[in-house]
């Protein structure tokens, strides 16, 4: 969501806080910020827009500090302006601060304030916490900090600098990242540590009601309410270049031609093919709760909740274990029935989407036991599930989620297949499925190599207004995922249906102007499909349809084919998705689409 980045040691901070900005910019924003100390007197620069308008604005004051905070915002609260753009501050500018979050009761504290004379210019949340802090301010800055931090309710990462301790960045979580970089004479904070690890590996993250304060001397870390705290710094093995393009012109393309070494990595070490089992060491502990599971939820938000319906088929078929999908913003507000015996599965890339941990939170309370499949490392939803399993997909840059995608569904069939064979699955069976992953990378490799079929077939299509994808059973949700696909980075308007369920309304919409995407793979419904096919083919409808290799009759009746490598069932939606990722990423690119950073969308939603 929003981005935040801070520095305090001897190097001249501008520069610092301008890459790191520039380092989050995948997350998505409308307006930039930094605030600087020089010669003990605030300096505070904003834009609207993007971090390169900031950079030249900076650029022209020249300021000479070694300490200072940066962010780039998302609107939540008032329009994405200049006035609104963090850093804010009190009215005479003594103290600026940055938040990445919301503040559930601003208004109550903002009439407070006003009552007692503050004066505010901008319509956020956020500016109101800069006075709350100059209100208790009597001498002693980190007791204000902590009283303001005691007021206020919501979710919020701060970080703060003040012309009262010009020498110290005051951090706080709750609810929001918040990572601390630890340097050799200077110290650094962000939201995200790809902002801050080309100077530092060796980072420690703020818990919730946890604060933090930098000098150049060290770290102070302790709770909201001034309690010591010790925090283990983790050392960061990802590199560099892994967060760079690697060559490709962009993020989404490089992530979707790595999932032949990211879907590896989701099962690397994991699989026993001689017992025809798996390993999964982050849910050992589990292991028997699980396959004793009387039901299983599984909540998530976007691509993730299309895993999640595929993890679904996986584990009822071949685990017989009731499975429900919940989107985490429903799932949240309405009281469910849970007992001890059921599990919550929580899916997130990122990590921090904030309708997906309040979800998990509220399963955890009504005593279900919360797991979590995640790709960030250390990011909340991983430390606040009891256990769960990464995905190992790398850092995902694209907004567009592609490789954390194939990833989730590669660990749901691992997690399927560990309780599958506590229960009623062979190991025959086992060795078999298991057989078919280890090959899969090699079969995405195969449909990559034919990227330039999809690529044609995008110029045809690319300024069509509307597009229908459709798919059954297993493949509904590979349907529902090409379709967010397309529509989020394209802004095409595209819809994901159950391919009979055309039949009920959406057929009306069908004439040679459109385009309808089927997942026609060979399977005991691909009679079915066919007879959909046709109907949509009497109607003079386009279609595309992603076809097993082999499939001749379907070349009689689709307008355009591309063929995916057979494999098993259970693990089509991978191979499926593929084309569908570049079919959206091609015609994005040629309507000129911005496809790494889309319009009104943000890496990660940490905001309701
Ligand atoms: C996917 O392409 C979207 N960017 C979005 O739907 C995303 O999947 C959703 O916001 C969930 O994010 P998470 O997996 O990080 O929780």
Not at 224 to 231: I, L, R
Not at 431 to 451: C, G
Not at 553 to 558: H, T, V
Not at 563 to 570: F, S
Request: hydrophobic fraction near 40%; charged fraction near 25%; proline fraction near 3%.
């Amino acid at each position: 969501m929003c981005g935040i980045v801070g520095y305090i040691g001897k190097r001249n901070v501008v520069p610092i806080l301008i890459a790191g900005l520039k380092r989050l910019e995948y997350r998505g924003y409308d307006s930039a910020g930094v605030a600087v100390i020089e010669d003990d007197r605030l300096q505070v620069v904003k834009e609207a827009g993007k971090i390169s308008k900031l950079e030249e604005t900076i650029n022209q004051a020249d300021y000479v500090s070694t300490i200072g905070i940066g962010h780039t915002r998302w609107a939540t609260h008032g329009e994405p302006t200049r006035l609104n753009a963090h850093p804010h501050t009190d009215g005479p500018e003594n103290i600026a601060i940055i938040h990445n979050g919301i503040i559930e009761n601003y208004n109550v504290l903002k009439s407070m304030l006003e009552n007692k004379g503050h004066q505010f210019s901008s319509d956020t949340d956020t500016e109101i916490v800069a006075h709350l802090i100059d209100e208790f301010y009597q001498g002693d800055f980190e007791e204000a900090f902590r009283r303001a931090l005691g007021e206020l309710t919501g979710a919020y990462g701060f970080a703060v600098i003040s012309k009262y301790e010009p020498d110290k960045i005051y951090v706080a979580r709750q609810g929001s990242p918040l990572v601390v970089g630890v340097g050799d004479g200077e110290n650094f904070l962000a939201s995200d540590v790809s902002a801050i690890i080309s100077h530092t590996r060796n980072v420690f993250y703020l818990n919730d009601g946890e604060m933090a304060v930098l000098s150049r001397e060290g770290i102070e870390t302790k709770t909201s309410t001034n309690e010591v705290v010790n925090k283990k710094v983790e050392k960061i093995t990802y590199d560099i270049q892994a967060i760079e393009k690697s060559g490709y012109p962009h993020y989404m393309l490089k992530e979707i031609f790595e999932q032949p070494n990211t879907i590896r990595d989701a099962f690397r070490g994991r699989i026993l093919i001689g017992d025809g089992k798996v390993k999964l060491g982050g849910l050992t502990e589990v292991k028997e709760k699980l396959a004793d599971a009387h039901k299983i939820i599984i909540i998530a938000c976007g691509t993730s909740w299309h895993a999640a319906l595929i993890g679904e088929h996986l584990i009822e078929e071949y685990c017989r274990i009731p499975v429900e999908v919940e989107y985490a913003s429903e799932f949240r507000y309405r009281n469910p029935i849970l007992s001890k015996e059921d599990i919550v599965i929580v899916i997130s890339q990122s990590g921090e989407t904030a309708d997906t941990l309040a979800a998990m939170k509220e399963g955890k309370e009504k005593g279900a036991l919360p797991l979590g499949i995640v790709n960030s490392v250390g990011s909340t939803i991983a430390r606040e599930s009891i256990a769960g399993v990464y995905i190992h997909a790398g850092p995902e840059i694209g907004v567009a989620s592609t490789k954390a995608f194939t990833s989730q569904v590669t660990v749901l069939f691992l997690i399927m297949l560990m309780i599958a064979r506590k229960k009623t699955m062979s190991v025959v069976t086992g060795q078999q499925l298991l057989t078919e992953l280890i090959d899969l990378p090699a079969k995405v490799q195969t449909i990559l190599a034919q990227s330039h079929v999809v690529e044609e077939v995008a110029e045809i299509y690319k300024d069509k207004k509307n597009f229908l994808y459709l798919g059954r059973g297993i493949n509904f949700p590979v349907a529902l995922e090409g379709a967010l696909k397309l529509k989020e980075i394209s802004y095409i308007h595209a819809e994901g249906y159950p391919a009979a369920e055309m039949k009920h309304g959406p057929i009306a919409l069908i004439d040679e102007d459109m385009p309808v995407v089927f997942i026609a793979t060979k399977d005991q419904i691909y009679d079915k499909v066919i007879s959909n096919l046709e109907e949509v083919r009497a109607r003079r409808g386009k279609i595309i349809a992603i076809a097993s290799q082999g499939d001749k009759k379907i070349a009689e009746l689709a307008d355009h084919i591309i063929y995916i490598p057979q494999t098993c069932q259970a693990l089509v939606p991978i191979l499926a998705a593929i084309p569908l990722q570049l079919l959206a990423y091609y015609i994005a690119i040629k309507r000129g689409c911005d496809v790494d950073q889309p319009r009104n969308l943000a890496k990660s939603v940490t905001v309701e």
